[in-house]
């Protein structure tokens, strides 16, 4: 981190870091987000290098907070991973038909592979169905640079902009020269009344898709003519800043890619003419119209969906994609080169690792032992606790989306017969609860299963599958001070819930089991919270304690 304070220092960087560095330089008023892998990190480093930054409790309340501050003149970026997009995606395309005053910024990190998450959906497409313009990085320094333009872009044509990374580069570090992009300083936050643009009743909305639509037209043609650094001889030139890149060699092969996927393609073949793109939409489609037509074969090299292979061909311009078994998982060196060379033979099996379990002394252990000898049908949900379902417990039998164990939970009770209804539980943790499962909470009161409901929160102190992070229910800001508290025993009680415990289930293990007999028994709605810091966490949650404890000076 003492690198980062280094004006005109060159800084091994990750590209979250670098990032947040260029949050940072470009004075942004407030980074939001929720802790997700690939993400999390980059608020982090913004509040290490002195940038304000808070976790929200969900992704849409984080961007709904960051189109305030936008609102208001000032800059703002808001950060999550992939399927955090779909919590935003709400205000995502209702805020792209508004004016905003100041810059908004929104980092997708997607996750190729599924290293972290339930699925590998790929982002861009929400670029194109929400309206909203796209950058993409292939490394740190353009993670940085590109932050800038997207700041810059936001500012310009006054909508948001989307900037989709991936798990590669969120996490490879490579090296970051500052002072690449100039952008003006930020204005003092004010605020203008402007009915038309920001309070998106039917006739104001109307006129402002037909505003957007124009809008995006402007940058298609601004992306087509300006931005781009062009190299002959295999060479990248000196306009690295550039949004789009040309490297000019053989005419035999040409590619255009995008995205750590250029990385691949330079080390693959160092002798093929290369377009990569970084404002991916809207795409510069006459520019790679000419691309195409200037080599004799021409091969699109992205990683995911086919997104660059369509927007080319809906264009009207010839290019080969790749078989649909790459669309899957992340591209590497090896599978660049089977396919320009057009190899469909079977991918070698990676080799197997070893399978994850809950760490030994896991409060959760206790929790899965119990559900697994009352065989309970177990709804699950998104978090570390996920890997009950695992050996040895094999204890959790639905897993979705965030929050989802609870309406799911809710709908196999009203469906079941009653002797297997009345073995259905719900089971999340800490902070998926406050993300999305405080809504199940409410749908459990206002509409009970005739045999009732039993909800298991897993209160372990913290976020812990994306690596410690504070949440509402924590009493403590991104920056472990001390703040207002969600107490989830007090919010069960206050929205109607009569049957509510709470309960140390590694301390007394026999008489948490007997609690969930008892609740299960009920015809009625129970809502357990099984109590205990998290192992790994404990020591660093004390040490906050005690310092907010401290009387200032």
């Known amino acids: 981190m003492d690198s980062l304070q280094q004006q005109d220092a060159l800084a091994l960087l990750s590209g979250d870091e670098a990032v947040a560095l260029a949050a940072f330089e470009a004075g942004v008023k407030l980074g939001t987000g929720y802790p997700g892998t690939p993400s999390t990190e980059i608020l982090e480093t913004f509040e290490k290098l002195g940038g304000r930054a808070q976790w929200s409790p969900n992704e849409k309340v984080a961007l709904e ?6 609102f208001a003149g000032a800059r703002a970026l ?32 997607d996750d190729p592979g599924m290293a972290s998450s ?39 044509w006054q909508v948001p902009v989307l900037l989709r990374m991936t798990t590669r580069v969120c996490h490879s570090k490579t090296i970051v020269r500052r002072g690449t992009v100039a952008i003006p300083p930020p204005h003092a936050p004010h605020f203008e009344h402007d009915f038309p643009s920001r309070v998106m009743i039917p006739a104001y909305a109307k006129p402002a898709h037909r505003r957007l639509r124009q809008t995006l037209a402007e940058i298609a043609a601004w992306n087509d003519e300006t931005g781009n650094g062009e190299a002959g001889n295999g060479k990248i030139g000196n306009g690295r800043a550039g949004l789009n890149q040309l490297i000019t060699c053989s005419k ?13 393609v330079r080390e693959v073949a160092p002798e093929a003419s290369v377009l990569k793109l ?18 004799e074969r021409c091969v699109v090299i992205e990683e995911g969906d086919p997104y660059l292979v ?21 591209l590497n060196t090896a599978r660049v080169r089977r396919i320009l060379e057009g190899d469909t033979t079977p991918e070698p099996k990676p080799a197997p690792g070893k399978p994850p379990a809950l760490c030994p002394g896991c409060p959760h252990r206790s929790v899965y032992a119990a559900l697994k000898e009352l065989n309970c049908i177990v709804a699950g949900d998104i978090g570390c606790y996920s890997l009950g379902v695992l050996p040895p417990f094999e204890a959790m039998d639905t897993l979705v989306c965030m929050g989802a164990a609870i309406g799911v939970g809710l709908g196999l009770r009203h469906a079941l017969p009653p002797e297997e209804a009345k073995r259905v539980v719900s089971v999340l943790g800490d902070s998926t609860f406050v993300h999305s499962g405080i809504t199940g909470l409410v749908e459990m009161v206002y509409n009970p299963p005739p045999s009732g409901h039993v909800l298991v929160i897993l209160d372990n102190g913290t976020t812990a599958m994306t690596g410690m992070q504070e949440h509402p229910g924590t ?15 007090d919010l069960a009680r206050s929205v109607g819930v009569r049957n509510v415990h709470v309960i140390d289930p590694a301390q007394e293990p026999e008489k948490f089991q007997e609690l969930i007999q008892k609740c ?33 000076n």
């Open 118 to 156: 339930q699925n590998e959906q790929d982002n861009r497409r929400y670029a194109l169905a929400a309206g909203v313009p796209m950058l993409e990085p292939s490394d740190s320094q353009e993670a940085y640079e590109f932050t800038l333009r997207a700041i810059e872009i936001s500012e310009r």
């Open 310 to 330: 369509e927007g080319a061909r809906t264009a009207g311009i010839k290019v080969e994609g790749k078989p649909e078994s790459f669309r899957f998982g992340e």
């Open 278 to 295: 970084g404002l991916t939409y809207p795409l510069p489609i006459e520019r790679m119209r000419a691309f195409a037509a200037g080599v």
């Open 252 to 264: 035999s092969l040409g590619i255009i890619t995008s995205g750590v996927a250029f990385q691949h």
């Open 65 to 70: 907070v960051g189109v305030g501050v936008a």
């Open 475 to 489: 009493g403590r800001t991104l920056s472990h001070a001390k703040t207002g508290k969600v107490v989830f025993e």
């Open 78 to 109: 808001v950060t999550m991973k992939h399927v955090g997009l779909n919590v935003a995606a709400d205000p995502l395309f209702t805020v792209a038909y508004t004016r905003l005053d100041g810059a908004l910024v929104i980092v997708s990190a």
């Open 520 to 552: 299960l028994d009920l015809p009625e709605i129970s809502v357990v919270i099984a109590r205990r810091e998290c192992l790994l966490a404990i020591r660093s949650i004390r040490e906050y304690e005690r310092c907010n404890e401290q009387p200032a």
